[in-house]
Structure formats: structure tokens, C-alpha cells
């Protein structure tokens, strides 16, 4: 039985919203050693969530989502370094 395509939408729009509620109210649930780990976790997993659903990635040829894809981790990757940097330069 295939999902009604609003419903599906409607779901990923709530895991957004909840993602966005958690990142908002983060410092008063995490520890603040591992808050910066997690808020880079969760923009990664929205960031997934809008270019699947969104930007209709998920119904594209697999050789284009992969160089998107591909564009994430490299973006990802350089992001994390930044961040080491900055951590690392100013104790």
C-alpha cells in the first residue's frame, strides 16, 4: 500500500519541526561537552531530511544523488574542521 504523498510530507515537515525544537532547547538537556557534536548531528539529519524530501532528491537518478550526497560529507567535513580549529586555537 503506498503512503499518500501529503501524509509522507506532513511527516517529514513534524521531524523538522521537532529537530528544530530540540536544537532551540539543547543547552538545558545536553551537556555542553557534547553540544556542539549534536547540533552538527541534527543539522545533518535535516539537511538529509530537506534535500530527500524537498528538493525531490529521493525520486532522482541514484548518479545525481550521490554527487549530492558526495557535496554533503565534503561540506560536513570541512564544516567539522572549522569547528576543531576554532576549539583548538581559543581554549
Known sequence: MAMNTNYLYLLVFAALIAE???E???SSIIAS????SVLLGIAATKAILIAMFYQHLKYEPKSLSS???IGLVIASLLMGLSFV???????
Not at 561537552?33 to 556542539?36: K, R
Not at 580549529?85 to 581554549?91: E, I, S, T
Open 67 to 69: 554527487w549530492v550526497i
Open 20 to 22: 528544530t525544537d530540540i
Open 24 to 26: 532551540v532547547n539543547l
Open 33 to 36: 561537552n557534547a553540544y556542539v
Open 85 to 91: 580549529q576554532l576549539h583548538v586555537g581559543h581554549p
